[in-house]
C-alpha cells in the first residue's frame, strides 16, 4: 500500500471538467514534476494552484491542482487531484504522465479501501460510498449519506461497548467466584442487557429488511387474466404508452417493464401477459415467465375485472398468490360491480378504474400503507445496508437468543460468555473491525475506478 495510485475519476467521455486524482506518498512530487507553475511541494495544504501540465516538450493542458496533504485526507494520504479540460484525449494523456512518472493505475475502489485500510471510514462507510453513487431516489440518497456520515458504526459501537462492559463482568466473575456478591450482580445485569440487547437488534434487522426496499425499489408485479385492465393500470402509472393496451385477449405477451418514483422511492413495474391456459407458444412463455416472477416480486398487484363474475382463470391465479400477500385489484369500478367482495380472503383489495384521473388513488394509498412509506420518510436512517451486513446481523441476533437460552437454563457462565464473544466478534465483522483480504477484494471490486 505504500506506491502511490492515479486514476479518472470523473466519467471518462466528453464533458466540461475531467478530475484526475493521485493519491500516496510521492503524489504530490509525481504531479509537480509535470507542473508547470507553483512549487506543488511548498504549497500550504488544501490549496488550488493554477497552471499548466507539461509532458517536458509541450503543454498538454491548462488545470487547478488541489493538493490536500496527509492526514487530512480521504485516504489519509497525500492527495493531488487535477481538475482539467475534460476529454477523452487530453484526461488520458495526463494519466499515462503521471503513470510514467511513477504512480500506479488504481483499481477499482481503491482510494475508498485506501480509506479503510487507513482508519479514516469503517466498512459500513465504504459500503455507503457506492451505495450514495448509485442512489437513485432521494430516499435511497438519505439512507446512503446517513451511513457515510457514520450512523450505523455508531450504532454498532456502542452495541459493541454495552457488549465489552458486560464480558468484562463475566470475566472478573469466572476470575473471582468466591465473590458472592459480583455473581449475582453480574446475573441481573446479564439478563437485562441481553434482553434489550436482543430487542434492539430485532428492531434494527426488521427496520433494514424494509429498508431494502427504499435501496433497491420495490419490485412490483401486475398480474391477472388477460383484458381485466393490467396494461392500463400499467399505462396509467407509468403515464406513458409502453404497454400495448388492446380488446383482443393475450395481447400484452411480452414482459413490459418500466419504473416510476412513488413518494421518494422506486416502484420498478413489470406487466406480464395475461395469465390462463393457452397453447400459443410465445403467450406460453410469457404466463410461465408470470408465474415465476412472483417469487421475485415484493409487491403483487393482482388484477380483477371487478365488473364480471370471477372465472376459472381468476381462481387459479388467486390460489397462486394466496399465501404471498398480494394486493387485489376490482377494477372497472366505473361499471356496476360483479364481484362478491366476501367471498375474497384476502388483507388488501382495492376498488379502481383506469378512466378518470384519480381512479388509482385506492391503489397508491394502499401500497403507500403496505410498505409503511409515510413513517419511513420521517424515522430516522440507521440501517443495514447490505446483505453482508443483514447476514452477520442475522447471526449475532441468533448467538444473542443462545445467549440468552443458555441463561435462562442456568448453563454456566462461561458458556453464556462464549455466544456473548461470538455477537461482539460479528458485529466487529460489519464495521470491518476483523477482515479479510478476500472480503475486502470481494466488495472493493464492485466500485467504479477512481473512487
Ligand atoms: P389487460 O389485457 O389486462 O392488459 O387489459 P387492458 O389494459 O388491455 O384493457 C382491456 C380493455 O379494458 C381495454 O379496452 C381497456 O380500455 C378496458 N379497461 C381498462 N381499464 C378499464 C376501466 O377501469 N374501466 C373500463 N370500463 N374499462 C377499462
Redesign the pocket.
Known sequence: MNDTIAAISTKLGVGAISIIRVSGSKSIEIVNSIFKGKDLTKVDSHTINYGYINNGVEDLDEVLVSVMRSPKTFTRENIVEINCHGGISTTLSILDLIVEKGARLAEPGEFTKRAFLNGRIDLTQAESVMDLIESKTDQSRKLALSSLEGSLKKYIQTFRNKLKHLLANIEVNIDYPEYYDIEEVTKEELKETIKILKEDLTNLIKKSEERQILKNGIKTIII?R????????LNNLLKEEK?I???I?G??RDIVEGSIMFDGIELSLI?TA?IRETDNLAEKIGVEKSLSLINEANLIIT?LNG?EELTENDLFILSQVEDKNPVIVL?????PLRINKNKLKFKHIVS????TLD?LTPLKEEIKKMFKLEEISEDDYTYLANNRQLTLAKKSLQSLKDAEESFENNAPIDIVEVDLKEVFELLGNITGENYNDELLDELFANFCVGK
Not at 377494477?331 to 361499471?335: G, Q, S, V, Y
Request: charged share 20%.
Open positions: 391477472g388477460p383484458n381485466v385492465g393490467k396494461s392500463s393500470i404497454a393496451v388492446t380488446d385477449e395481447t400484452t406487466d395475461g388484477v365488473s377494477n372497472k369500478n366505473d361499471l379502481t378504474n383506469t378512466n381512479g
